[in-house]
């Protein structure tokens, strides 16, 4: 608990040695473009005529950036700001009492808050965020393990989180139909758990030197993040750093491996990171649309063809888990042992 960021940051003035990253991952430069490069959909446009534009839109954003914004896109404004103000309380206004109930450093606990990564007792450099983390799903399920204050955490939760699920699985719906898959693949087990990151990362003493999340690929199948109004999210392209930039009400949509795979390297799971900001406190929260542990991931049968054989070998979903957290998250070599020779 003593271990959060948020509660010791206030009273240091430089950045703890530990928190120090290489020169070769560290930001450095923090001046990154973010002019309009991640594409921003209008997701109104998709139940009038102009469905198959709003379809070419997410295909091409997710084949060449597998970022993408929508606006528009269903969740109410006021749901939004609620959301962010519950989470921005959790971190910022509950009594400590109320937290130290909730840190745990054992994995097997559903709903937790941890500072930088479960590997904080073991890894080099720590993350400059705190995280809580659940499951969303079942909701009746999971719902009583959820933090009981703010008073209002459950409720809006509970309802964003089905917001979330929702917008997820339109989206995907539109990825189906761009990519020549039926309506409705990606519905059932490969799109079943939901779970949810809430991250905090506070005011930063040195943002050139520290790392909000280091650059990683999320595992699962697509993303959903509610990034708030403040900039840190960044995507690697190219070999480039590029800013995401924050749009007011607007939702990130990032592509997870499994999207990659099942596309057979169509689509794309971008890279990306987190930098902080030495000026104000960044709340976001991730929304992990994943396939269920035992759901089989193989590339779609109807994009395989004389011309395009399989990129990967049929795996159950934890097993790239495993490879994923033995990895540490590096994407080369969480993908490498699931890979056929092209
Ligand atoms: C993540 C993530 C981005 C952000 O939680 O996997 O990439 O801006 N979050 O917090
Ligand atoms: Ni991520």
Known sequence: MEKLVSSWCSNIKALPESYIFPPETRPGNLNVPTCNSIPVIDLSKAESQNRTEIVEQILKASEEFGFFQVVNHGIPESLMNQAMDVFKEFFEILPAEEKAMLYS????????????????????????????????????????????????????????????KKLGSRILEFMAE???????????????????????????????????????????LITILHQGDIYGLQVFKDGEWIGVEPLHNAIVVNLGNQLQIISNNKLKSA???????????????????????????EPAKPLIDACNSPLYRPFQYKEFLQSFYTNNGNNDLALEPFKLQA
């Open 105 to 164: 450093e054992d994995p097997k606990k559903g709903c937790r808050l941890l500072t930088s990564t479960p590997n904080y007792n073991w890894e080099k450099n720590h993350l400059w965020r705190d995280n809580l983390r659940h499951p969303c799903h079942p909701l009746e399920e999971c719902i009583k393990d959820w933090p009981e204050k703010p008073i209002k955490y459950r409720e809006v939760m509970a309802i964003f989180s089905v917001e979330a």
């Open 178 to 220: 761009g990519l020549g898959l039926e309506c409705g693949y990606f519905r059932g087990k490969l799109s079943e758990e939901l779970s949810v990151g809430v991250n905090h990362y506070p005011p930063c003493p040195d943002p050139s030197l520290a790392l909000g999340l280091t650059k990683h690929c999320d595992a699962n």
């Open 271 to 297: 890279e990306h990171r987190v930098v902080t900001n030495s000026k104000v406190s960044r709340t976001t929260a991730a929304f992990f649309i994943s396939p269920s542990d035992d759901t089989i991931i």
